[in-house]
């Protein structure tokens, strides 16, 4: 019998098995799950990883680091960069993919990104605007990329929800898997 600490141990949303083969939630931990959303955001553009060059531009153990790991376990060539790499313009243009959660507003700008890259905004910051007014806006400049790039997530709304559906899903499995309850993998 595990105990209450095992069970959140393996259900924290940093838990990714790497490398090679990713385990699932049926197998003992639930997936990170706002990499998994993101990656399934990547995966709904109908972005073939294989070779793909991709930069997850964020080092973070909440995102970055599991974003990098699903990514690798989908054969993709994953590079991982953050706010102080050096060319990191540079290394924004070589991605074909680029996955940003570095948490500074509209950091990447339209010109720092490969005409027909895909574009996972992860970052979601609130500016504000004067007189007590704010907005949303993520860490990629939206209006500059968009003539740029194949596809771009916005903020709000792009990863949030795919996000939700994973913890959802994570929700789902962990309730069973508590219950003792055997969950077929094609229910997910």
């Not at 995966?43 to 970055?64: E, F, M, P």
């Not at 313009?89 to 895909?118: F, K, M, Q, T, Y």
């Not at 996972?120 to 939206?142: C, H, K, M, Q």
Request: net charge positive.
């Amino acid at each position: 019998m595990r105990s209450v600490s095992e069970k959140r141990r393996k259900m924290e949303p940093s838990t990714v098995e790497m490398p090679g083969e990713r385990r699932n939630a049926l197998r003992g931990y639930c997936s990170a799950g706002l990499a998994e959303g993101a990656k399934a955001a990547v995966l709904n553009q109908r972005a073939a990883l294989r070779g793909k060059r991709v930069l997850v531009l964020g080092r973070s153990t909440i995102v970055g680091r599991p974003m990098a790991a699903l990514l690798l376990a989908h054969d993709g060539t994953v590079t991982i960069a953050h706010s102080r790499t050096r060319d990191l313009v540079e290394e924004c243009r070589r991605a074909e993919i680029l996955i940003v959660a570095v948490g500074r507003p509209e950091l990447v700008r339209g010109d720092w990104l490969a005409p027909g890259a895909v574009v996972i905004d992860v970052g979601i910051n609130r500016v504000g605007l004067g007189e007590g007014r704010s907005r949303l806006v993520g860490d990629v400049a939206f209006a500059e990329a968009l003539g740029r790039v194949a596809a771009i997530t916005p903020v709000p709304g792009g990863v949030g929800p795919m996000t939700i559906a994973v913890l959802l899903r994570n929700t789902v499995v962990a309730a069973h898997r508590n219950a003792g309850l055997v969950l077929d993998e094609s229910a997910l």
